[in-house]
């Protein structure tokens, strides 16, 4: 939902913060969620770049 409301609001100003709160309201979370996220994908993966 992020980058779907980067086709409206191309920054991360307040404005983009209420778009994203009215289409995603748990953003918040689902954004703590993701930043730890990483932990659990295994590490060959992330040596295929």
Known sequence: ???LCHTVRMDH???FR???Q???PLWRSND???K???KYVP???ALQH
Do not use: N
């Open 43 to 45: 590490a060959w993966i």
């Open 32 to 34: 703590r969620e993701l």
């Open 22 to 24: 009215r289409h995603d």
């Open 13 to 15: 100003s307040r404005a």
């Open 1 to 3: 939902m992020h980058e």
């Open 36 to 38: 730890t996220a990483w």
């Open 18 to 20: 209420e778009l994203l």
